[in-house]
């Protein structure tokens, strides 16, 4: 049997504070812009893939939300209640074997309108606790420090990431939990998925697109963006100076696009495609802006305001690893005229007649994961980590009382396969691989509880009703043999 992965991979799983925690109003927690998005019900495919839709609030919409407490349609409210399950669920994950979970903060848990000098010693205990059940059972830490939840007082008062302050009441919030947890956090990530900015500017940068001129929007969003750039090479700095042993990673959407055709048109679409993911990594770890980016914003004409010092806090602080999401891969062509376009996980997206889908929509390519990773690691020469993966699905009980997932095995198995080949036969440095939400979450976007990742089943529907009960599925004792194994179990002959 080969030796695919290294001794000492980290293997996994990942969560999100919006999604998981619930306690919306408990801890001294204040409103974060998860606490306002609105269970979208969504009736047809098209329905469900419109992520700009689904997620986009305005002003009417927060004054609608904060003048009730459902928590049926505003169902982050609630989550999977982790709140007051995380010692049983990080007991569940430490049955498979965990090395890792990755899991976030909540900012407006710790600094519940985001912009105060004292923080919340509540909240702060509370994850105190968290991360001490973790390492009771061996398991590392990752945290992310903003995952879609910028307190929601940042968004109304300051136009989220619009505004420069809320780098310094970033970094302020950044030293305090790296202070904090400097014994027991050595794995951190930044901003989760970075550039999904540009797709729901509302859950990742706090902008209320009503408030700005829709012709100038995509302004706003670069500015924002260039703010969230600063803060995060000022949160690398931190933390090292904080925890010297630590290590800070950049967390993007990896989409791997094709040319529809070898037509020359098409294969300059997908360079243009992969740039607009690469843009993001590549300011990150180079600590510069790319020129195709500064182009992009001349031949705009769009004025983003950084300051020399700004460019200078990015050059000197790049991140030490890069981390990203994948779960499909995208066609794009020159011409889509007559071709089967749809809306994909991150952008407008040509069905490639080679691949299926899931019930979701999202074409399954576990090839583009290898893809990914050579072509990361290629342009980089740092450190990759896989901090989310996995098939959306609607799961059900069966007769015997039984979740039979064999479509997430093999969805997982195959992955992992080509993870396996990419660090074997490409040489890269993969770190470790953490599947999206092991336990179900409420998801994304559609704000769903029916579109199910996990390997532990929590028995709450799309409107909170349900015991909250956590209930093992096949897949569970399969990814515990997998880390068991080092994952090698799957490439027997």
């Known amino acids: 049997m080969m030796k695919m992965f290294p001794e000492g991979f980290l293997w996994g799983g990942a969560i999100a504070a919006n999604q998981c925690e619930g306690a919306w109003k408990e801890g001294g927690k204040g409103p974060s812009v998860a606490d306002v998005a609105k269970f979208a019900d969504p009736q047809s495919q098209k329905d469900l893939l419109d992520i700009h839709k689904l997620t986009d609030i305005d002003d009417e919409a927060i004054a609608q939300a904060l003048a009730t407490d459902d928590e049926t349609y505003y169902p982050k409210r609630h989550g999977i209640d982790f709140y007051h399950h995380y010692k049983e669920d990080i007991r569940l994950l430490a049955g498979m074997g965990f090395k890792v979970f990755r899991l976030s903060i909540a900012w407006s848990r710790i600094f519940p309108h985001g912009d105060e000098e004292t923080p919340n010693e509540e909240g702060l205990q509370f994850y105190d606790d968290v991360f001490d059940e973790c390492l009771k059972y061996g398991m ?7 995952h879609y939840e910028p307190p929601l007082y940042l968004v109304t008062k300051y136009n989220g990431w619009y505004n420069r302050k809320l780098i310094d009441f970033f970094t302020h919030y950044v030293d305090v939990i790296t202070k904090r947890y400097q014994d ?11 550039d999904s900015i540009i797709r729901h500017p509302f ?7 009503s408030r700005f001129d829709p012709e100038q929007f995509e302004e706003v969003e670069y500015q924002a963006m260039h703010h969230q750039f600063v803060a995060s090479a000022l949160a690398v700095k931190i933390t090292h100076q904080n925890i ?6 950049c967390m993007l959407t990896k989409v791997t696009f094709y040319p529809y055709t070898c037509k020359p048109e098409d294969v300059l679409e997908e360079r243009e495609k992969m740039r607009e993911i690469y843009c993001y990594s590549d300011t990150q770890v180079f600590g510069e802006y790319p020129q195709y980016l500064l182009t992009k914003y001349h031949n705009k004409g769009y004025h983003i305001v950084m300051s020399e010092e700004d460019l200078k806090i990015m050059k000197e602080n790049p991140v030490d690893f890069i981390s ?12 889509t005229s007559g071709l089967d376009v749809t809306t994909g996980n991150t952008t407008m997206a040509i069905k490639n007649p080679y691949l299926p889908s899931s019930q979701w929509g999202w074409q399954i390519d576990p090839i583009g994961l290898r893809i990914s990773l050579i072509d990361l690691y290629d342009r980089y020469h740092k450190p990759l980590f896989v901090v989310e993966n996995g098939l959306g699905a609607i799961d059900t009980i069966d007769e015997n009382g039984e979740i039979q997932d064999d479509y997430r095995i093999d969805y997982l198995s195959e992955h992992i396969k080509q993870m396996g080949y990419a660090i074997h036969d490409d040489g890269v440095e993969l770190m470790g691989y953490t599947t999206w939400a092991p336990i179900d979450l409420v998801s994304n976007s559609s704000n769903q509880m029916s579109k199910r990742y996990g390997f532990i089943y929590v028995d709450v529907d799309d409107y909170g009703h349900g015991s909250y009960k956590r209930m093992k599925k096949k897949s569970y004792d399969w990814y515990k043999q997998v880390i068991e194994h080092n994952g090698d179990n799957l490439f027997e002959d």
Do not use: H, R
């Open 324 to 335: 990203f999401s994948y779960y499909s891969s995208n066609c794009v062509a020159k011409d």
């Open 184 to 194: 027991k956090v050595k794995y951190w990530l930044t901003f989760n998925e970075i």
């Open 203 to 209: 859950m990742t940068g706090g902008l209320i697109e």
């Open 244 to 249: 010297p042993d630590a290590k800070v990673g």
């Open 140 to 146: 590392q830490p990752l945290v992310t420090m903003s």
